[in-house]
């Protein structure tokens, strides 16, 4: 018996060996057979799917997070908008390539595919279509969606779809009662009195401060989405607006009368318009393509140049340390441009920030790292679709501020969140005792609420941090202290009302900041500027082939609730600052 085990052991190693080694033998072989460079076809059409989340950068999860994800069954597609920018220019000069097909819907993740982000990507678009014919198709058009797909010169929508036209929304969620029902006590510390950053955790509703920051923010960015739309599809910004107020979504039929599609068809229908714009033969099963993000593997490089013009991204909630890859480590960043400000080949630095900020301390250090490398090279910022409080506390020393009209800038000032469970433990038998040797030994304890002294202390600082944050803008921005002042008070304005104010200096997006960068460092057009790092799919990419299937999608008014509540989740997870002092723009602000 003993002899059995033993052979049978052995047996199941060796099976366990042959298994291992089989299966790393296939992944090499997949390698070497996915190693063989595809190439252009000629007379290719570009295919854009917007089935993804357009991020500034594209840095792979950890293992943990991919794990996480994997179990989730969260398969969103990530895409960096500089290389999807590039290869868009790219293709607009390459005679391999004769036209465009965009299809697919945005899926936005965090502080992905946002407004700002958007009309970056219809600038390239734009200057696509202005030498090459743009076909867009959907099923159903949501509204960032046609914000992209009207730029087509042939817009299409299904018979069985619609068109979503009908304004811009933002629906804050308020834990205030339910943390009350439950036991959770909430003090807060704050300066500026649209600071309203803590209000979701406090109130049951927006506070009239915030409810008049927030319409004006949302008024702003749709007369830009008006003028834009209007001017693509040859109406008047007021016959948009009546379309969203009185129609909001629109059938096909409706869309196409009201101008806003050129053509109501069936996907068989655009493929074979499609085959002929490629010459493809009718007999064949589609048309020569090449998928966008294939063309820019292949195809697309940083612009060739002498010089380089360096790009750090600030992405994501700012916090201490190096942070997830979802998030702006002010650890990381700071080492980031501490070594790009020791590189000679470094000729400027674009600090390109879509943060809705974060850790107050952290802002600092990587603000810190901003003026040091000012003195020796050129700082550029460039604003993406968030650049708010501890986002704009780390843009306010740069050389020049670039932003988009649609940007979320400004919310100078700061907070302190303080909760506690004394309640809620109480209420369910569970206690706290404690000894100390001094009256401030535990502040940031969770057991109990915070006794007036140390409200006063945390306060103290508080109002210090806001102090500091006025000083540095008003610096920075070389603008009199009283008038920060009178703009911060922790509001937030768009990227357009910013510049007005002074916040910010040019409209542009990250191209316009390389630029002015290579300009102000005296390199002219002699530059390239650096392109996101591409992430290392293939052997995630591997492990995904081997279950396609998919978690069936929530209705969106579901996701869009989980959503939010993941977003508060994850926004109190962040809240690592030791001091507990935090610059982190108003409720969050997620426009649909």
Known sequence: ?????????????????????????????????????????SKAVLVLDLDMNLLDRTNEAGPSEMLQSALQGEETRVVALATVVAALDRATEDERIVGLFMTGNLNPVGYGSGHAALR????????????????????????????????????????AGHVELNGLASEPTF??????????????????????????????????PSREQLQKLLNDMWTEWKAALSADRKQTPEAIQA??????????????????????????EVLEELKKLSGTDEKEKTFHQIPLDTYAELEVRPKEGKHRVAVVYAEGVIVNGEGRHDQAGGDRISRELRKLRQDEDVKAVVLRVNSPGGSAGASDLIQREVIITRKVKPVIISMGSYAASGGYWI???GDRIFAQPTTITGSIGVFGLLPNVQKLANTHGV??????????????TLT??????????????????????????????????????????????????ARKLGLVDEVGGLQEAAKFAAEKAGVGSDYRMDLPERPKPFFQQLMESMDKKQKPRAHAAVERVWSDLQRQVEMLRAFNDPAGVYAIMPVEVTVD
Not at 485 to 492: N, Y
């Open 395 to 397: 843009s306010a020393y």
């Open 175 to 208: 834990f205030g009662d339910a943390f009350q029902k439950y036991g959770i006590e909430v003090q807060v510390t704050r300066v500026g009195k649209y600071k309203s950053a803590v209000e979701p955790f406090i109130l049951n509703r927006m506070s009239d």
């Open 1 to 41: 018996m003993k002899d059995f085990l033993k052979t049978l052991v052995a047996c199941l190693i060796a099976l366990g060996i042959f298994a291992g080694g089989a299966f790393f033998l296939l992944v090499g072989f997949v390698a070497v057979a996915g190693a063989a460079k595809p190439t252009v076809p």
């Open 448 to 497: 109990r609420p915070k006794t007036e002294a140390e409200l006063a202390r945390i306060q103290h600082m508080v109002d210090r941090v806001y102090e500091e944050f006025l000083t540095k803008v008003a610096e920075g921005r070389q603008l009199p202290r009283d008038k920060v002042h009178e703009i911060g008070q922790g509001r937030v304005w768009s990227g357009e009302e």
């Open 243 to 268: 379309v969203a107020d009185e129609k909001g979504l629109l059938e096909p039929e409706e869309a196409q009368e009201a101008g806003l599609v050129d053509r109501v068809a069936a996907y068989d």
């Open 120 to 159: 970056e990507l219809r600038g390239a678009l734009q200057r696509f279509k202005a030498k090459k014919p743009v076909w867009a198709y959907n099923l159903e058009w949501g509204k960032h969606d046609y914000f992209l797909g009207a730029v087509a010169t042939t817009l299409v929508v299904n018979p």
């Open 431 to 444: 206690t706290f005792d404690s000894v100390q040797t001094a009256k401030m030994a535990n502040p940031a």
